[in-house]
């Protein structure tokens, strides 16, 4: 199994990049194909040479950042870590592609460079969301701003087989981020994808309030991509300035410094247990092999957990049973 | 100035709705109309003569519940408070009409019995919503699921004259609520909002991304009905789950028991100013004569809040503005 990782790509690379892909290498069983500048990359490889004949470099001198148009950098920048890791990874090269860099191009260039798996209309990023005390599959979280009904009813699916099949989550329940609980309720997007996912074979549970979406019983929230990012970037928004203002409040009373003072374990906690970021990397579903985007400021330990996930990704066989499903079109009708 | 208010609307109605508007009684020159059970009514009416020839009761025998269907409740129960208070409106008999029950059966109200005003697309929902420090204008909030550029720029022209003119903010500055700062950035109906804002005489200052929703500088926020909602129960369910959980992480240990102690009024002086149900009503903006949706669980302070609002909102004359808006065309092409 060879995972092809952009050195390039995330506010710590290559350093964290090629740290965490060393430590995978030591704790997996893997290989791994940076794409990105072999000089840069060098820099780190300084370690044993059993582990270093487990590690190929593809030369590219360009990056893309995020301060690139996502459709364009894919098209231009010919000679940059994510292209020719992409390029790589159609060619057969590798077996799946993680990166850390600009998602709106991760996204364009699984559209474009890798290409989607026969039958599915738009692939679809799909994180680990924290609800609860548990996880659910956010999907989309900003792939499609603009969807049809289809498209969610086969952002369902494939969501229900990576949480059975990756998360080993037995017969996953979907849920339909809508504006109330009722059938009937919401946008006509919304109502017709609920009709569908209604007949289909999922374990749909029906629709999840936006008030309940940090409590509910959900393993899949589906949405469009509008919808799922505002909703993970307001959850952010909303966690840090909260844990701000607190402070704040905290800060204005001596009575309330010293019991911030002893709270202070406290929420740390919680603030890590609510962190979407901390939870590994977001698979982009749909494609024809596997592409995981880990989050921009990850470290080597995010970066180990994303080789991990691109790991088990592979050996539950995801892409092949979403394939059988639409074969069989079990969903689809 | 004769605020019609439904009597059995809410959590605590008929109760705290004549209570709260005796309070208003005392303190505004305004006259009131109760529209509902008459016998119920007249239990809280023990008072001196003089408010009480400022009273009048349109006897309503029916009450339209949550639980009732929003446009089948207004077609059918043609004998509820809600239907005989916006009647009497439309009729001229009062000059605004607040209510504290069900949400979707005041929209369908305020649009099927009180009307548009001419030229406007479509009425909006509009709270105001704890902001940073300050509020903004949240529109809309769940009356227009299903939106067009148009509406959007409508919502966002009405937003601009309520801000100025009822709660005197000069020249209010209205943003988009998008999932990137860019143009370009976003959905179709967005981006196309984006165009028309940009064209504008209004204070357009760009997209607002949703993890900045708490702390911007806009004084309206503009989006579709379904993204409004989501965003406001979102809000609502993650400041309410937070507290729930940091109260569990605090009390895990005894060094935590005590700092929460010690912080307990920081935390409840935080919380008030992130509810935006204790900011009085939403009014529904584009409607022939003020609607004013006060929230369902208004004790009679707030229902004292929200007559003054509708008081000031006539006072205002932000209607009479935006029907010379609309006319002028400034706006609207």
Redesign the interface.
């Known amino acids: 199994m060879n995972i092809i990782m952009d050195a390039m790509g995330g506010d710590n690379a290559p350093e964290a990049i090629v740290k965490g892909s060393i430590e995978a290498l030591r704790e997996y069983d893997v290989k791994i194909t940076f794409s990105g500048k072999e000089e840069e990359i060098k820099k780190y490889l300084n370690i044993e040479k059993n582990l270093l004949n487990r590690i190929e470099i593809i030369n590219a001198e360009d990056v893309i950042t995020n301060e690139d148009k996502p459709v364009k950098a894919i098209r231009k920048k010919k000679d940059s870590s994510m292209v020719k890791g992409m390029n790589a990874l159609k060619d057969g090269f590798g077996d799946a592609f993680v990166s850390a860099g600009n998602t709106g191009a991760i996204l364009s260039g699984g559209l474009f460079i890798v290409g989607r798996l026969p039958g599915i209309e738009r692939p679809c990023l799909a994180p680990l969301f924290p609800n609860g005390e548990r996880f659910s599959l956010l999907m989309d979280a900003?792939a499609n701003?603009?969807c049809k009904p289809l498209f969610l009813n086969q952002f369902a699916l494939m969501g229900s087989i990576y949480m059975e099949n990756v998360l080993k989550i037995e017969n996953p329940k979907v849920g339909l981020?809508n504006?109330g609980t009722e059938e009937g309720k919401?946008?006509?997007l919304?109502n017709d994808t609920f009709k569908l996912l209604k007949e289909s074979e999922l374990n749909f549970i029906g629709n999840i309030?936006?008030?309940?979406?940090?409590?509910n019983d959900a393993d899949i929230l589906v949405c469009?991509?509008?919808?799922g990012?505002?909703?993970?970037?307001?959850?952010?928004?909303?966690?840090?300035?909260?844990m701000g203002?607190?402070k704040n409040?905290?800060l204005?009373?001596t009575?309330?410094k010293?019991?911030?003072?002893?709270?202070k374990?406290?929420?740390k906690?919680?603030k890590d247990?609510?962190d979407y970021s901390e939870h590994g990397g977001a698979p982009l579903l749909g494609l024809k092999a596997p592409v995981i985007k880990a989050h921009g400021s990850s470290d080597s330990t995010a970066i180990k957990n994303a080789i991990r996930q691109s790991k088990i990704f592979l050996d539950s066989g995801v892409n092949e049973i979403i394939k059988e499903e639409l074969d069989r079109g079990g969903n689809d009708n």
């Open positions: 900003g701003v603009d981020i504006i919401g946008n006509k919304v309030e936006a008030r309940d979406i940090l409590s469009d991509g509008f919808v990012n505002v909703v993970l970037k307001l959850m952010e928004g909303v966690v840090s300035e909260l203002r607190m409040e905290i204005k009373t009575k309330g010293i019991g911030g003072y002893l709270i374990d406290s929420m906690r919680l247990k609510l």
